[in-house]
């Protein structure tokens, strides 16, 4: 595979944490470099594990219903844009693995209470739907989540043995 460099700068310098590697001993079969951090490019629905500057592993992505723009208030279908952590695992999900992002932060929740609204949460990296009925809905439209960011089962158990609890996640527009 052909390796592509990204320049993270201020995101190198906020990827460490002090947060346990929150691995899944089921899916400890990954011995590669370290993900040293991960960044979403929303518009062209890519994301990109990285060990500092070098691209370990690219992905296609799903996003929110309404993907365009930053993520303001619940309910609007956008997933969010900047920069948070990777802070907990979900071995049993309503989707095929899934792992939690730091949003919102204070400035999300400071900039939705003053629209009136919630910021909103539950913000993963996700496999595909278990039910059936919402696996078939997933299957036939783009940018089909709340919010999320979804890939394919086999990918999200290769993400989720990859990425440590910790992780600097970047989503850009």
Not at 106 to 134: C, M, S, T, V
């Amino acid at each position: 595979m052909k390796r592509r460099v990204f320049g993270l700068g201020a995101v190198a310098a906020v990827g460490l944490s002090a947060c346990g590697s929150g691995r899944d001993p089921r899916f400890r079969s990954y011995y590669g470099p370290e993900v040293t951090s991960i960044v979403v490019n929303k518009g062209a629905r890519r994301m990109y594990l990285l060990h500092h500057q070098e691209v370990l592993k690219e992905y296609k992505v799903d996003l929110g219903f309404t993907p365009l723009g930053d993520k303001k208030v619940e309910g609007d279908g956008k997933t969010p844009e900047g920069t948070y952590l990777i802070d907990r695992r979900n071995p049993n999900s309503s989707y095929h693995l899934s792992i939690g992002i730091s949003y919102p932060n204070a400035n999300d929740i400071a900039e939705a209470k003053a629209l009136g609204r919630k910021p909103g949460g539950e913000i993963f990296i996700h496999g595909q739907p278990n039910l059936l009925k919402e696996l078939r809905r997933a299957r036939r439209t783009k940018d089909w989540t709340a919010g999320c960011i979804a890939v394919k089962n086999d990918e999200i158990e290769e993400i989720y043995a990859m990425v440590q609890n910790g992780t600097t996640i970047s989503l850009r527009a």
